[in-house]
């Protein structure tokens, strides 16, 4: 599991691996790693999900500070590495449509819906639907907003 503190630390060495390269880097988190570091939701991910670019380099330098740990003052103030996160509204329409029960999906729903403060299975569901067409909203994602707003 990575906490939030080895998330930042590794931000931090990521950052500053690019400077010495004179690259600027971007990153784009989604999933845990939202819910761990923008929301403060949870501790801990297992991973950190995202799409990053220049992709060549971010990966180079990457995996030169895959262990190297340093700590930032401000993790999302990086002269060389910009990192950014999709809206809350997004991120519950994301984890709604996965719904997968073997992860932090349900408890994240839970925390998103009282975030945004909505109040109804239809509110969540039509935030869900301005990001993915109603028809590939899985049965399973109404289910759930059904029993978690029931009363």
Known sequence: ????????????????????????????????AVMCLVFKARTATRDVDGIFKPTREIREAAARVGRALGVPENWLNYPHLRVWAPTAEYMLAMKCVSARF??????????????????????????????YPEGTV?????????ELLAS
Request: proline share 3%; aromatic share 6%.
């Open 1 to 32: 599991m990575l906490d939030i503190d080895t998330i930042e630390k590794l931000f931090c060495a990521l950052n500053e691996e690019l400077g010495s390269r004179g690259v600027t880097g971007e990153v784009g988190i989604c999933g845990g």
């Open 102 to 131: 073997d992860t932090h999906d349900q408890g994240d729903v839970v925390f998103l819906i009282q975030h945004l403060g909505l109040r109804r299975p239809d509110d969540v569901l039509e935030i869900v639907c301005r990001y």
């Open 138 to 146: 899985p049965a399973k994602t109404r289910f759930l907003l059904e």
